[in-house]
């Protein structure tokens, strides 16, 4: 099996010069529905669990975790954690394997990050220390601003104020890095869209994407225009290709890709303007990076229940079953 490990991790270990390698990122979790995710515990697949068992999991994964962890230190002076979430999850704190629990459980001092972009960082940073035990506040030895705009002495006087009501030290602002976007996206969530040429791509985006990174070569391209398209957004008409990513839950995404009316808007430009070139590309099946074109067309009638589990495509039948090689898959179809 190929040991998998999140593209950002292996993103982050590139300019240090390090080879990649999955204790970096002992516990990776690919969401499946909204309720459950397969979990990849260093580099292998463990299972897949709803929610609710994985956080029972949590006690047998760290040890795992704190293995990878001092595999990592061995003949290194400094091994920086990054934590997942947020520590003010206070309903999260039993069994935490990715926060303070881990902070916790490995003796580590921490420095709490604000995010300024997203607004109300005083608030952010002085609600965490107001929330947590007083065992996890006395861990938290400093803070600082991330993703700070324009002049940080502006911010002088807010980070006095967080200094003397958290009793941490001031480690200063971090500034806007502006190519951020370059990097692969954490999650599904920091997908967003990116004008650049004349091409436009549309993005319709589903509820379980898998191998979101997938569309970071296209976000490169200068003569290439990514649009996401948010539920509640029709597809535009004028795109020239509309892709659509790899989902872990084919069934529910195709049924979620209707109810948005999609369907009907990939048909729109097909039977409007017959002579437009226009292109639909499926990212399918996550992992295969099986690219599949097909001319815009009427999406078929799909069978099994949204949600339902197993390796098939959009179309709910297995790959090729069925299939009249002289005539061109309906949407979502394999071919």
């Known amino acids: 099996m190929r040991a998998r490990s999140g593209a950002r991790r292996r993103c982050k270990r590139g300019p240090v010069g390090w080879t990649p390698i999955v204790d970096m990122n002992p516990v990776l979790l690919k969401p499946e529905t909204d309720t459950g995710a397969q979990?990849?515990?260093?580099?292998?697949?463990?299972?897949?669990?709803?929610?609710?068992?994985?956080?029972?999991?949590?006690?047998?994964?760290?040890?795992?975790?704190l293995e990878s962890f001092h595999r990592l230190g061995r003949g290194r002076d400094l091994v920086l954690v990054e934590?997942?979430?947020?520590?003010?999850?206070?309903?999260?704190?039993?069994?935490?394997?990715?926060?303070?629990?881990?902070?916790?459980?490995?003796?580590?001092?921490?420095?709490?990050?604000?995010?300024?972009?997203?607004?109300?960082?005083?608030?952010?940073?002085?609600?965490?220390?107001?929330?947590l035990p007083d065992e996890d506040r006395a861990r938290i030895k400093?803070?600082?601003?991330?993703?700070?705009?324009?002049?940080?002495?502006?911010?002088?006087?807010?980070?006095?104020?967080?200094?003397?009501?958290?009793?941490?030290?001031?480690?200063?602002?971090?500034?806007?890095?502006?190519d951020a976007w370059r990097l692969p996206a954490e999650d599904v969530m920091d997908i967003t869209t990116r004008k650049g040429g004349a091409f436009k791509i549309a993005v319709p985006r589903l509820n379980r994407i898998a191998n979101f990174d997938d569309l970071d070569p296209l976000v490169n391209e200068p003569d290439v225009t990514v649009e996401i398209i948010e539920p509640g957004r029709p597809l535009p008409g004028d795109a020239d290709l509309v892709l659509i990513p790899g989902s872990k839950s084919t069934i529910a995404d195709l049924a979620d890709f209707?109810?948005?009316?999609?369907?009907?808007?990939?048909?729109?430009?097909?039977?409007?303007?017959?002579?437009?070139?226009?292109?639909?590309?499926?990212?399918?099946?996550?992992?295969?990076?099986?690219?599949?074109r097909r001319r815009y067309r009427r999406a078929g009638g799909a069978r099994g229940r949204a949600g339902a589990s197993g390796r098939c495509h959009a179309?709910?039948?297995?790959?090729?079953?069925?299939?009249?090689?002289?005539?061109p898959p309906a949407l979502g179809q394999s071919g």
């Not at 005083?122 to 220390?129: D, E, F, M, S």
Request: aromatic share 8%; no cysteine.
């Open 258 to 292: 209707r109810a948005q009316g999609w369907d009907i808007d990939l048909t729109a430009p097909y039977s409007a303007r017959r002579a437009r070139s226009g292109h639909l590309w499926w990212l399918s099946d996550a992992g295969n990076r099986d690219h599949r």
């Open 39 to 65: 979990v990849i515990v260093q580099g292998k697949r463990f299972a897949t669990m709803k929610a609710r068992d994985y956080g029972k999991a949590k006690a047998e994964l760290m040890p795992r975790v």
């Open 142 to 178: 400093a803070f600082l601003v991330n993703k700070f705009r324009g002049d940080p002495t502006l911010f002088a006087d807010g980070a006095a104020e967080i200094a003397r009501l958290t009793g941490w030290h001031d480690l200063g602002t971090l500034p806007w890095f502006s």
């Open 83 to 131: 934590g997942a979430g947020s520590p003010a999850e206070v309903n999260l704190r039993k069994g935490d394997i990715a926060n303070m629990g881990f902070a916790e459980a490995a003796d580590l001092p921490v420095v709490l990050a604000g995010d300024i972009d997203r607004g109300g960082v005083i608030a952010q940073l002085v609600g965490t220390h107001a929330v």
């Open 315 to 327: 179309s709910g039948t297995p790959q090729n079953a069925g299939a009249d090689p002289s005539h």
